[in-house]
C-alpha cells in the first residue's frame, strides 16, 4: 500500500507538471525551455503550499516583464522562481514582484541573487512596519519612478518614508509626493511646510 501511495502521488505530481509546463509555453511562446527551472523551483516552494501552476504563473510574469532572467542559470532562475511563488502566498501578485525585481536587477545594478533577496527584505519590511507584504511592495512598485534617483540607497530611503507615513498615519504615497519637490528651494520650502504639518516635526527648508 505504501509504494502504491508513492505511485499515485508521482504520477499526480507529474500530470501537475505536464500541465503547467503546457500552461508556461503558452505564456512565454519558448516552449519548454524553462520547464526544469519551473519544476526545480516548485520542489524548493512545496512546503510553502507553492503548486506547479503556481510555479509557471511565476516563471511567466519573470519572463515577460524582466530583461535578464532568460540569461542567467538554471540554479538562479530556480531561486527566483520560487521567490516569486512564494510572493504570491503573501498576496504579491507575480508582474508585480517581477517588475521589482527588474528595477533591483537592471536599474540599481543588483546581481540577480542580491535582486531575488531584496524582494525578501522588501517583503518583510511591511512585517515590521506593521503594513501587509502586498501593500509594501506594491506601494514600492508605485514610488519607482522617484526612488530611481537614491540608487542604491533606494530601499533605505522608501523605508524610511513608508515608516513616517504609518506613524503619521497617512499613505505612502503622500509623503513621496512630497520629496520630489526636494530639487528645487521654492520645492523644498513648500514640502518642508507639509512635511512639518503632517509629521509634527520643525524641518529646515535649507537644510531639506
Known amino acids: 500500500s505504501a509504494f502504491t501511495a508513492i505511485l499515485e502521488v508521482t504520477i499526480a505530481t507529474m500530470v501537475q507538471f505536464d500541465n503547467a509546463r503546457a500552461k508556461l509555453a503558452g505564456l512565454t511562446g519558448a516552449g519548454y525551455d524553462f520547464s526544469d527551472s519551473m519544476f526545480d523551483a516548485q520542489r524548493q516552494a512545496n512546503l510553502m503550499g507553492v503548486s506547479m501552476d503556481d510555479a509557471a504563473g511565476a516563471t511567466g510574469a519573470l519572463f515577460t516583464n524582466t530583461t535578464n532572467f532568460v540569461?542567467?542559470?538554471?540554479?538562479?532562475?530556480?531561486?527566483?522562481?520560487?521567490?516569486?511563488?512564494?510572493?504570491?502566498?503573501?498576496?504579491?501578485?507575480?508582474?508585480?514582484?517581477?517588475?521589482?525585481?527588474?528595477?533591483?536587477?537592471?536599474?540599481?545594478?543588483?546581481?540577480?541573487?542580491?535582486?531575488?533577496?531584496?524582494?525578501?527584505?522588501?517583503?518583510?519590511?511591511?512585517?515590521?512596519?506593521?503594513?501587509?507584504?502586498?501593500?509594501?511592495?506594491?506601494?514600492?512598485?508605485?514610488?519607482?519612478?522617484?526612488?530611481?534617483?537614491?540608487?542604491?540607497?533606494?530601499v533605505e530611503v522608501f523605508q524610511g518614508l513608508a515608516a513616517a507615513a504609518k506613524a503619521a498615519g497617512v499613505e505612502t504615497s503622500a509623503l513621496l509626493g512630497i520629496a520630489k519637490?526636494?530639487?528645487?528651494?521654492?520645492?523644498?520650502?513648500?514640502?518642508?511646510?507639509?512635511?512639518?504639518?503632517?509629521?509634527?516635526?520643525?524641518?529646515?527648508?535649507?537644510?531639506?
Request: zero cysteines; hydrophobic letters at 45%; a negative charge.
Open 181 to 208: 519637490k526636494f530639487d528645487t528651494f521654492a520645492g523644498a520650502a513648500e514640502g518642508s511646510a507639509k512635511l512639518n504639518a503632517l509629521l509634527g516635526t520643525q524641518l529646515s527648508t535649507t537644510e531639506m
Open 71 to 154: 540569461n542567467i542559470s538554471k540554479s538562479a532562475q530556480s531561486e527566483i522562481i520560487a521567490t516569486t511563488a512564494m510572493m504570491g502566498k503573501l498576496g504579491i501578485d507575480s508582474s508585480t514582484a517581477a517588475e521589482n525585481f527588474q528595477f533591483f536587477n537592471v536599474v540599481l545594478g543588483m546581481t540577480a541573487e542580491q535582486a531575488n533577496d531584496a524582494q525578501v527584505q522588501l517583503a518583510m519590511m511591511g512585517t515590521e512596519l506593521g503594513i501587509s507584504s502586498a501593500k509594501i511592495t506594491k506601494d514600492f512598485q508605485t514610488a519607482l519612478p522617484t526612488l530611481a534617483v537614491y540608487g542604491s540607497r533606494s
